[in-house]
């Protein structure tokens, strides 16, 4: 069991890494040849309403809601009813998004008037213009997520979560382009907002000849009297509630970068980015392959809370290192992938003031993603949705209460300064401000909550389930000696570019991280030590 479970969270892992990794070339291109200011504001904001309905009736809410339902039918051998609970979900996805779509092209004006208060008329005129174009591929990215619902019931992992390189990779093919041909940044924006949509195409065009052979013949309908139909949609509602105010929130922090000085917003989406990769890649990939084998056995709470301390540990083993790595040397990793053309030193160092602030809360993230598959595996979809509520008001609370205190400070010759400072003179409005810090200690606050109401909500439900906070204390020592490693070698390796100084300080350090865990028993160790030593041996 647990070496079928390593294998998928593998494949999904192996899948998002790819897919994540071509989304940080994306954000680097973004930053060379946008660079942070106005447009790549507007064109964050734009993306805001299609990435919002995406995860609002894409991949999380099927998470919860049809992969349950959907693997139940096929581990009892009832294909023929999961072929229509399929085509039922699928096309009453269609319907929903297809209105969706077309009241947020109609409606763009005034939804960006609510989103990004802070605009002025020139970005405002921009971000409409791109959200227009960005919207219409919604129904296109929620069907993909529906396919990866369909894929990952039946165990095939790998192609759902790698189909995103083609959404990424249609926007570096224009940006290079832009690059290139010396666009204007407004022209080069417009042309990204283009490739967006043609890559939303791609990505759901790769997975549909699977997904086809696999249900054999899939009819859509919008037939609701389905008792099984049925049961996805009781799950679907309070998952997309739960879903809606997390999203939500995401406007909120939106809404609020746009209040501060420009640039905030393009500042917090590359800072965010860097957070959400090992989410994407330790934690989400996990718990994406958990679900399937956790509804399965939705009956017996012995092989649940086995499942969830397995999955526990490989997300502990890959995080804790991932904390300590963005917390000490995070202006290396920010400096080698996004330092370049429009991108400043500056720059590298707010960056990682945020990265740095929200990697504190990578442990609760990544916890709270396994506690909340756990718990819809168990069917229970109402309490996760109440918890993301208070989740919601924390973050905007906290972040709102700090972000402006500290957009008075500004990076100038990598050293922190009060925008006051007479030796700022004119240039302080150009130079990054640590307003999105502020907004990062909100998450952060959010993530920690999230993760002890989720983690007593565990224990009330399941008799006998264990913290999964002790899979990190585990790993505590080789992580606070891996951190002060990685301080030495970024001291050591200041006369390399960035560029090469990163992988070589994250390599040794990462292998010492990894052999002193070893030596202490850590099985996620041993696993990735093993191919290192075969490959030394041959």
């Known amino acids: 069991m647990a070496s079928d479970s390593s294998r998928s969270s593998g494949l999904v892992a192996a899948g998002i890494f790819l897919s994540r990794i071509s989304g940080l070339i994306r954000e680097?291109?973004?930053?060379?040849?946008?660079?942070?200011?106005?447009?790549?504001?507007?064109?964050?904001?734009?993306?805001?309403?299609?990435?919002?309905?995406?995860?609002?009736?894409?991949?999380?809410?099927?998470?919860?809601?049809?992969?349950?339902?959907?693997?139940?039918?096929?581990?009892?051998?009832?294909?023929?009813?999961?072929?229509?609970?399929?085509?039922?979900?699928?096309?009453?996805?269609?319907?929903?998004?297809?209105?969706?779509?077309?009241?947020?092209?109609?409606?763009?004006?005034?939804?960006?008037?609510?989103?990004?208060?802070?605009?002025?008329?020139?970005?405002?005129?921009?971000?409409?213009?791109?959200?227009?174009?960005?919207?219409?591929?919604?129904?296109?990215?929620?069907?993909?997520?529906?396919?990866?619902?369909?894929?990952?019931?039946?165990?095939?992992?790998?192609?759902?979560?790698?189909?995103?390189?083609?959404?990424?990779?249609?926007?570096?093919?224009?940006?290079?382009?832009?690059?290139?041909?010396?666009?204007?940044?407004?022209?080069?924006?417009?042309?990204?907002?283009?490739?967006?949509l043609a890559g939303s195409a791609a990505q759901l065009l790769i997975q549909l000849p699977k997904v086809m052979q696999l249900l054999g013949s899939v009819r859509l309908s919008l037939d609701r009297s389905s008792p099984n139909v049925a049961s996805v949609i009781s799950r679907f509602t309070p998952t997309l509630l739960g879903r809606g105010v997390v999203q939500i929130s995401a406007f909120i922090d939106l809404a609020l970068a746009t209040l501060l000085t420009a640039g905030a917003v393009g500042l917090l989406g590359l800072a965010q980015t860097l957070y959400i990769l090992p989410i994407s890649v330790f934690a989400m990939a996990v718990a994406a392959a958990e679900l399937p084998e956790l509804s399965r056995e939705s009956d017996d709470d012995a092989a649940i809370i086995v499942r969830a301390q397995n999955g526990q540990r490989r997300i502990a083993f890959f995080l804790m290192f991932t904390v300590v790595a963005y917390f000490s040397v995070g202006d290396l990793i920010v400096a080698a992938l996004f330092e370049r053309g429009k991108f400043s030193s500056d720059d590298s160092m707010a960056v990682w003031f945020v990265v740095a602030t929200l990697a504190l809360g990578l442990p609760a993230v990544g916890s709270s993603r396994l506690l909340q598959n756990v718990m819809y595996a168990k069917g229970e979809t109402k309490a996760p949705a109440r918890i993301a509520v208070i989740r919601v008001v924390v973050a905007t609370a906290v972040g709102f209460a700090l972000m402006y205190p500290l957009d008075k400070y500004v990076v100038f010759g990598r050293t922190v300064m009060s925008e006051t400072d007479p030796r700022l003179a004119s240039v302080a409005t150009a130079q990054p401000h640590l307003g999105p810090v502020g907004l990062a200690v909100g998450l952060l606050a959010s993530a920690w909550t999230e993760f002890v109401l989720l983690n007593r909500l565990a224990r009330q439900r399941i008799v006998g389930f264990v913290s999964p906070l002790r899979a990190f204390g585990a790993l505590a020592l080789p992580a606070a000696l891996a951190f002060l490693l990685l301080t030495v070698l970024k001291l050591l390796v200041t006369w390399l570019p960035a560029l090469l100084a990163a992988p070589i300080v994250l390599g040794i350090a990462g292998l010492f991280y990894t052999s002193l865990s070893h030596r202490r028993g850590v099985a996620e160790a041993t696993l990735v030590l093993r191919p290192i030593r075969r490959a030394i041996w041959r």
């Open 28 to 196: 680097a291109c973004l930053a060379a040849f946008i660079g942070l200011g106005v447009p790549l504001d507007a064109f964050k904001v734009a993306m805001r309403v299609p990435n919002v309905l995406q995860n609002l009736f894409g991949e999380g809410v099927l998470s919860a809601s049809f992969i349950p339902v959907y693997s139940e039918l096929i581990e009892k051998g009832e294909r023929e009813e999961a072929g229509r609970v399929a085509g039922a979900v699928a096309g009453l996805l269609i319907a929903v998004t297809g209105v969706l779509s077309a009241i947020g092209i109609l409606l763009a004006g005034p939804i960006i008037s609510l989103t990004a208060p802070g605009f002025d008329a020139e970005a405002h005129d921009l971000a409409v213009t791109l959200m227009r174009i960005t919207t219409a591929g919604i129904a296109l990215l929620v069907l993909s997520a529906w396919c990866l619902g369909v894929l990952n019931s039946h165990r095939q992992f790998f192609l759902s979560y790698v189909a995103p390189v083609l959404w990424n990779a249609a926007q570096i093919v224009v940006l290079l382009a832009v690059g290139l041909l010396s666009w204007s940044t407004t022209k080069g924006v417009k042309a990204v907002a283009w490739a967006v």
